[in-house]
């Protein structure tokens, strides 16, 4: 059963367009950068950052070879119905990709709701960014865009979590407010998720 935010699960909405956030916009960060809703317009680059992803081991449930066939039919499942976890959970969602000089770089995704499976070890917010695009900013940049989205859908306390091992992902949580309330294990053999909220009124 979702946990709602605040007041009723809310559907995701049509386009948000990127806002004036905390340190800056989109407009002044970098020439030829975006965030954007999924599209088909990005299919060959997005299917090349998820080749890269997968070969760190990440987004193996995602099936290629079944995505170039029917990349309409990947965008409709994998977001237009909101987010589903690895463990096949459902909540609604808002996802954006980040574009660089019209190539697909990552996502963030923000979960209108959590499950008990996000409030325990996932978070309000997700994002990644491919290995060609890393150190550069992109990862500050889409939690930032993330965080007035977020607002607007009534989250005014937003979770995050990261790996205890990920040490770039803990600096940008901390860097945009985020406050450490625990650290979870998970797992043998598994990094332990630490827990950060941001207060986003």
């Given amino acids: 059963m979702p946990i709602t935010v605040r007041g009723e699960v809310e559907k995701a909405a049509g386009p948000i367009p990127a806002t004036r956030t905390m340190s800056g916009t989109l407009e002044n960060f970098e020439k030829g950068v975006q965030l954007v809703p999924p599209s088909q317009q990005y ?30 039919t990947h965008l409709h499942d994998r977001f237009d119905n909101g987010w589903r976890t690895k463990d096949g959970e459902h909540v609604p969602a808002t996802t954006r990709w980040l574009i660089v000089d019209g190539k697909y770089a990552g996502r963030v995704s923000i979960r209108h709701v959590l499950s008990e499976k996000l409030a325990s070890t996932g978070g309000h917010i997700g994002y990644d ?73």
């Avoid at 294990?185 to 009124?201: L, Q």
């Fill in 43 to 72: 299919k060959e680059s997005y299917i090349a950052g998820i080749r890269e992803l997968q070969q760190e081991g990440r987004y193996l449930e995602v099936n290629l070879e079944e995505v170039e066939r029917d990349f309409a």
């Fill in 129 to 201: 960014v491919v290995p060609w695009a890393r150190r550069r900013g992109y990862g500050k940049l889409l939690l930032e865009q993330a965080l007035p989205i977020a607002r607007s859908l009534g989250i005014t306390r937003v979770l995050l979590t990261c790996d205890e091992t990920n040490e770039p992902s803990r600096k940008i949580i901390e860097s945009c407010g985020g406050k450490l309330e625990n650290v979870l294990d998970v797992g043998e053999g598994t990094p332990r998720k630490m827990r950060f909220w941001i207060e986003n009124s």
